[in-house]
């Protein structure tokens, strides 16, 4: 299965170790998606004409379930998790997303799209 990563979890951040067994398998540029910083990791909500950038991984069901418990994900409990996993669309396919469920209202949205706590540039995709 796909999970697409926005935060901690990419390359060169600081969780992203929960993948090192996981296949990378590209970066994609999601519509409809805002990205807002957290202090040391980020969170997405549903938002009109936003921008995240994500990097998508191929996991097993191990995985999945250790990013449960990174995300305070409990999937017996969704709507009392602080985030939710949800499918989405990627230009590889469906791929699992961990949508932010705190109140964001003052919190800074990242404009770019791309959350970095090391500032390393984000992707370069054709037709973003």
């Not at 999970?3 to 067994?21: M, P």
């Not at 709507?79 to 469920?101: C, H, K, N, V, W």
């Not at 209202?105 to 090391?118: E, F, I, P, T, Y």
Request: glycine content about 8%; some cysteine.
């Amino acid at each position: 299965m796909l999970v697409a990563v926005y935060g901690t979890l990419k390359r060169g951040e600081s969780n992203h170790s929960l993948l090192a067994q996981s296949s990378f398998v590209g970066c994609d540029c999601l519509i409809d998606f805002a990205v807002y910083a957290l202090g040391p990791y980020p969170g997405i909500k549903p938002e009109p004409g936003a921008v995240v950038y994500v990097e998508l991984f191929q996991v097993d069901q191990e995985t999945l379930a250790s990013l449960d418990l990174l995300e305070d994900y409990d999937p017996l409990s969704p709507d009392t998790s602080l985030y939710r996993r949800a499918l989405i669309p990627t230009r590889f396919g469906e791929a699992y997303i961990y949508i932010y469920q705190g109140e964001l209202s003052q919190q800074k949205r990242v404009m770019s799209g791309w959350w970095s706590l090391n500032n390393a540039p984000r992707p370069i995709i054709a037709g973003s």
